[in-house]
């Protein structure tokens, strides 16, 4: 039974001294005292250190990495999961953004969602019933990018770049076991891990793509706008890395 008193969350958080908001930590905590947290500081210049203190002062259950020099999202993520695999007493582990674009509830909301799944994805779908704010252009560039990814790799999810995902402890390991290939494709090189692991049939079973209740994009984003231009290339590395889906 999946339970969120058996779940870690995983934020990477770079210079997010002015995004970090401790208070809805604090008042997440009040309803969910069971959920654990694993912080990972990816060498911030700024006082994300300070912060992450205090939050570790108040609440109990918080875990604190602190990686010296900055090493990318990516692998601030894979150093929080790396840690928290090692606790037999963990059964899911998730990540989400430290600007919580997709705020904390959304943990519980997933696995409620997707019950028994041990690959759980949020999806970024504007429908009826759902807050989806992003903007325009970035929305577009994600879309034609999500497409030519899903072309590309023969792998039908709608939105593999949502900074929302869950895993199983076990899947997790997979996904998370060495360094990735590119720096902001990460994403789509653990759903490959994955299916290459499992093989498609086996995927389609244990995973499931949940349309998010709420993503709000903050401002202040770090990933710069250039990279736009170099993300085919990363396409291409994903790739020959490890292959295309076979069904
Ligand atoms: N841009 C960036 N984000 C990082 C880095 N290391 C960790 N992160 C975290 O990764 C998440 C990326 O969020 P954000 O910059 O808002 O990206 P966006 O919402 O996709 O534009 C945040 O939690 C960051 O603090 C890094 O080196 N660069
Ligand atoms: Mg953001």
Same mark, same amino acid.
């Given at each position: ?17 002015? &995004? ?5 930590? !604090?008042? %997440? ?5 069971? *959920? ?6 990816? =060498?911030?210049?700024?006082?994300? /250190? =300070?912060?992450?203190?205090? *939050?570790?002062?108040?609440? @109990? ?10 090493? =990318?999202?990516? @692998?601030?993520? &894979?150093?929080? !999961?790396?840690? #928290? ?12 953004d430290a600007d919580l674009s997709a705020p904390l509830e959304t943990i519980p909301f997933l696995l409620a969602a997707a019950p ?5 994805l949020g999806s970024r779908i504007l429908i009826l019933g759902t807050t989806i704010v992003r903007k325009p252009f970035r929305h577009?560039?994600?879309?034609? %990018?999500?497409? #030519?990814?899903?072309?590309? *790799?023969? *792998? ?12 199983? &402890? ?5 996904? %998370? ?15 490959? &891990? ?8 086996? %995927? ?6 949940? /349309? ?7 401002? =202040?984003?770090?990933?710069k706008l250039s990279y736009m231009f170099k993300l085919p290339f990363d396409l291409l590395r994903v790739r020959k890395e490890y ?5």
């Amino acid at each position: 039974m999946q339970t969120i008193a058996n779940t870690c969350v995983v934020i990477p958080l770079y210079n997010e001294e002015t &995004r970090f908001d401790i208070d809805k930590f !604090i008042e %997440f905590n009040k309803l969910h005292p069971d *959920l654990c947290f694993c912080l990972v500081n990816d =060498g911030s210049t700024d006082n994300t /250190p =300070g912060m992450l203190a205090e *939050l570790h002062s108040k609440l @109990e259950r918080v875990e604190i990495i602190d990686l010296e020099k900055n090493q =990318g999202k990516a @692998e601030a993520i &894979r150093s929080g !999961i790396s840690q #928290m695999i090692q606790r037999n007493d963990i059964e899911h582990i998730a990540f989400i953004d430290a600007d919580l674009s997709a705020p904390l509830e959304t943990i519980p909301f997933l696995l409620a969602a997707a019950p028994g799944k041990s690959v759980i994805l949020g999806s970024r779908i504007l429908i009826l019933g759902t807050t989806i704010v992003r903007k325009p252009f970035r929305h577009y560039v994600g879309r034609v %990018f999500a497409t #030519m990814a899903s072309e590309t *790799l023969n *792998l039908p999810i709608y939105d593999t770049q949502c900074g929302a995902k869950i895993f199983s &402890r076990e899947i997790a390991e997979i996904a %998370f076991n060495r360094p990735f290939k590119t720096r902001w494709l990460f994403d789509l090189e653990l759903i490959m &891990r994955i299916v290459n692991h499992t093989g498609w049939e086996k %995927f389609k079973e244990i995973g499931q793509e949940v /349309p998010l209740y709420e993503w709000v994009e903050k401002g =202040g984003s770090k990933v710069k706008l250039s990279y736009m231009f170099k993300l085919p290339f990363d396409l291409l590395r994903v790739r020959k890395e490890y292959g295309k889906v076979k069904k």
